[in-house]
């Protein structure tokens, strides 16, 4: 059992309709047939979404997005249409506001690997493989690949595991052509990506994207190499052999899985509140990323 420990009642705006309460956005339509997508502060970890929220994470991750998506505009079209409030909207949606294409979503999470770890490390300790690629020995946790691998994964409900899939079930899923387009484009804006965060000081060990259609061209979709969808690691402290530290929900997981919180991870009980400071600690790890990667101050 995993989930909201407590799902919250969307806001009701005039004019938008409420479509779907996700681990972090809430999603509507307005009357001109766009999406109307709004980044909470809610945070989630081991399948779950806690009943503390972090100030201004949903800020930083619409914020980092936007700066992404000018960056890489060369590379593939995005959804997004405007960052204007809709009339009736609440100010606390201010900065956390995008409006977008209504797209045909490709079902398949697009990942993009360049260093092992995570689930791709447990598979590659087990078979020399990740997504069944076949991968040099030698390798340990937080080893450079030999070059960038597209690892695609089914997308999960939430409170349910993404599954990664081979290439091949890609492609018998979304069709030959299809599953050709997302892996060229997932590896070349992971690419882009990896060299300007790189000029920054960061490791891009992952990330994930989606992509949906608009009249037949591929366009990059929700959210995009924020410290939700990627594994961003300090360069330098990077070091091949053990766990990275990372500018992400780090602080949250380890404070849930140590004796403080009293939780236990297998049981079928909600996770408790977050305390002030890993609160606080979680915070200044996203505002950190945002402003090592844009050059700019979060304000």
Known sequence: MSGFVEKPEPIQVPGLVHLHTGKVRDLYRDEAGDLV?????????????????????????????????????????????????????PAYWAGRTLVCKS???????????????????????????????????????????????????????????????????????VGAETAAQLRQLTLAVY????????????????????????????????EVLTPDSSRFWPAESWEPGHAQPSYDKQFVRDWLTGPESGWDRKSEQPPPALPGQVVEATRAKYIEAYERLTGTRWS
């Open 37 to 89: 997508m709004v980044a909470s502060d809610r945070i989630s970890a081991y399948d779950w979404v806690l009943p503390t929220e972090i100030p201004d994470k949903g800020r930083v991750l619409t914020q980092l997005s936007l700066w992404w998506f000018d960056q890489l505009r060369d590379l593939a079209p995005n959804h997004v249409i405007s960052t204007e409030l809709p009339e009736g909207a």
């Open 103 to 173: 797209l045909d979503m490709v079902p398949v999470e697009c990942v993009a690997r360049g260093y092992l770890t995570g689930s791709g490390l447990a598979e590659y300790r087990e078979s020399r493989t990740v997504c069944g690629l076949a991968l040099p020995e030698g390798l340990v946790d937080g080893s450079e690949l030999p070059g960038p691998i597209f690892t695609p994964a089914t997308k999960a409900e939430v409170g349910e595991h993404d599954e990664n899939v081979s290439y091949e079930e890609v492609a018998r899923q």
């Open 191 to 222: 690419g882009r990506a990896r060299d300007i965060a790189r000029e920054r000081g960061i490791v891009l060990a992952d990330t994930k994207f989606e992509f949906g259609f608009d009249d037949g061209t591929l366009v990059l979709a929700d």
